[in-house]
């Protein structure tokens, strides 16, 4: 059962939300190139914005745990 929340696991994790995320950006700027999502240009821009901003913060937080920077306690 705690398996689903040891550090490999969730680093795991974390590695397919930072493809995940990469995707879905890649595929709203596709969609926006290829007129086919209807969004106002500063609207796409707002929103491929936060979009990168969550996929940069995950990919930080991927580096720092491979480089061994995050610590976990064993009190829990």
Known sequence: MYQRFS???LH????HAIIAQD???EAL???FVQAQHGLE???FVKEYKELRKVY???AIWNERWSNGQVEWGDDA
């Open 7 to 9: 550090p490999q696991f």
């Open 12 to 15: 795991l994790r974390l590695r």
């Open 29 to 31: 700027a596709s969609e």
């Open 41 to 43: 240009i500063e609207e």
């Open 23 to 25: 995707d879905k950006s």
């Open 56 to 58: 940069h913060k995950r």
